[in-house]
């Protein structure tokens, strides 16, 4: 490696807006694989293990991604403990799926990935992140996921998880109404959806637009945005988004089985404290969601 104050762009991996850069160092890339959708790789980096891209954007590091799945997952799973069929639309790497695969209450997974190499990279150069893709469980289509659910029967789920890249290419169609106005048609009354709902100071004008959709469909009072703290995404704070369709609010849940559960799993971010704590937003955020 060259002296870590020269800049060498074969280094480095850079996650940009036109406005912001996250840089990564990298060792060396172990994947790489042009798709009909995107460009997909994996890299071994200098001190967060293992990371996979999309198109250059970061999805991933084996170092931290528990914080963002553990969040995905968790907070609705342990707000209802009733849920028993899921669908995951994305989530190639695998690591929705095994957190959900901790709750032995469920009954199904069907998870949609529009990419099958994401899912076969994952598998290969990811396989900690991975490693519940052949889970008894889970029932895994490679096929666009908005058709999929438009195509859905009603009232099919308990729980859905849009665990999306950023609104470019294939996953452009999961930020808009019409795709969540079917979301909503799929969800069983007193399901819920968690939403992977961008950055509010990387991704502003997303973040924005996806939570005002978000509200159109599922009514103020039932959409809840939540903050993850994730070093590899650029900012490194990250939002999600649960919505309910006439279910539970998310700080209704039991703290005694959040502690229970995160202590049985050893998860390394989601605890009960903090699953209350994520819904506590800076005025600044609040702001930007009530314009």
Known sequence: MN???EFNPDEWVIDSNDRTALSI????RLFYEKSPYQTVEVFETCDRGKMLTIDRMVMCTEADEASYHEMLVHVPMLTNSSI????????GDGGTVRELARHENLKTITMVEIDEVVVRGSKQFLPDIASALDHPKLKLLIEDGIKFVKEAADSSYDLIIIDSSDPVGPSEGLFTKSFYQDVYR???PGGLVTVQSESPCFNPKAFVELNHCLCQVFDNDKVHCYLVFIPMYPSGMWSLTY???QGLHPLSFKRDRATQFAQKYNLSYYNADVHQSAFALPTYIKNMIAQ
């Open 186 to 188: 799929c969800l069983r």
């Open 84 to 91: 028993k069929d899921v669908l995951v639309i994305g989530g």
């Open 243 to 245: 919505c309910s369709k």
């Open 25 to 28: 160092r990298i060792k060396e």
């Open 3 to 5: 002296n870590p104050l």
